[in-house]
């Protein structure tokens, strides 16, 4: 059974960083993808950012390009997401999700995937 974890989440101020973590474990092939999605209140969930195993290929949404960047650190089987200059908008719950489908990085934050962990919270405010 996949099993993630976040943490890292917490409250800054515009302008600032912070760095997400996803502790993963119980992958039974080597092929599977990983994605930080983030909902806002009362907004629909959306795809952030996402990175494939399979040569490290990443994606991110346009509304973060530039200012976050995902990683993975093969190690720890964690997957990273620093962000850099926060801004309001960027406030609310984030999910690591894993699925071991075949998605391609092009199009891996838009597809659904099969496990989720609990959400660590990210507030950006003065």
């Known amino acids: 059974q996949v099993q993630l974890v976040e943490s890292g989440g917490g409250l800054v101020q515009p302008g600032g960083s912070l760095r997400l973590s996803c502790a993963t474990s119980?992958?039974?092939?080597?092929?599977?993808?990983i994605a930080w999605f983030r909902q806002a209140p009362e907004k629909e969930r959306e795809g952030v950012s996402c990175?494939?195993?399979?040569?490290?290929?990443?994606n991110y949404a346009d509304s973060v390009k530039g200012r976050f960047t995902i990683s993975r650190d093969h190690a720890t089987n964690t997957v990273n997401l620093i962000m850099n200059s926060l801004k309001p908008e960027d406030t609310g719950v984030y999910y690591c999700?894993?699925?071991?489908?075949?998605?391609?990085?092009?199009?891996?934050?838009?597809?659904?995937?099969?496990?989720w962990g609990q959400g660590t919270p990210v507030t950006v405010s003065t």
């Open positions: 999700a894993a699925d071991e489908s075949r998605f391609y990085y092009t199009d891996c934050i838009d597809r659904e995937y099969k496990y």
């Open positions: 119980g992958f039974t092939g080597d092929y599977h993808a």
């Open positions: 990175i494939i195993s399979s040569g490290d290929s990443r």
